[in-house]
């Protein structure tokens, strides 16, 4: 079945530095995917996402560009800041937006002053 | 801006006592969901549910576990009869199913002992 693979955490940082947390997936047609972003104590929120192969989602600074040839969705950030700490969970979706979403394990980010 | 809640917040229950977790969700969205997420595992899909009946679910939903939508706002998951492996953080989530993005609730943790 589909499925969703990230690296591991935690991903511990310097403030203003560059952010990538890898996420790959495995589906059968042409899923949707989508990064949310769980701050402590509090529900998942999307952050991004992109439909359609080579669409990049962006918000807040942060990116993915859907590829599907290396059938992988990296979320960047140029520059990261204390209140990006958070976990992350990259997800799928097959097509239509009611679908139930498939997440990844999540990785957990800290952002030290 | 229109949010998902979730009652209580936290939930602790002896085993084989039945717990109902309420969830109310964004007023005009049609598609209603929820996950689970065990302490350090990933976020799981139960079930969704759209026009009064189950769409989806996944091999966990069993007997035990039931949705209703009583009133037209609340959308709630009952487990009959817990077990010490229902300890886990529950997330409602919603669909207005014609984007893609599924709004989710702040989670109920239950603990079951």
């Known amino acids: 079945g589909d499925s969703v693979t990230q690296m591991e955490g935690p991903v511990t940082l310097s403030e203003e530095a560059f952010l990538t947390i890898n996420c790959t997936y495995t589906a059968t047609g042409y899923p949707s995917l989508f990064w949310y972003v769980q701050y402590p104590g509090e529900g998942l929120q999307l952050l991004l996402k992109?439909?359609?192969?080579?669409d990049k989602g962006s918000n807040k600074g942060f990116e993915a560009t859907y590829r599907k040839e290396t059938t992988s969705f990296h979320l960047e950030k140029g520059s990261v800041q204390v209140s990006d700490s958070a976990v992350y969970f990259c997800a799928l979706s097959q097509s239509g937006g009611y679908n139930k979403l498939i997440f990844g394990a999540g990785t957990r980010l800290a952002v030290h002053p | 801006e229109p949010e998902v809640t979730q009652t209580p917040s936290h939930q602790v229950t002896q085993m084989g006592q039945e717990v109902i977790l309420r969830c109310v969700p964004i007023s005009n969205h049609l598609y209603f969901y929820w996950y689970r997420q065990i302490l350090g595992q990933k976020v799981e899909f139960l079930v969704s549910f759209y026009n009064n009946e189950i769409s989806e679910k996944s091999e966990i939903f069993d007997d035990q576990f039931s949705v209703e939508r009583p009133d037209g706002s609340n959308f709630t998951l009952k487990i009959r009869s817990t077990k010490l492996e229902d300890s886990a953080m529950y997330f409602c989530a919603s669909n207005l199913g014609f984007t893609y993005e599924q709004y989710f609730g702040p989670g109920t943790r239950l603990t079951v002992t």
């Open positions: 992109a439909t359609k192969a080579d």
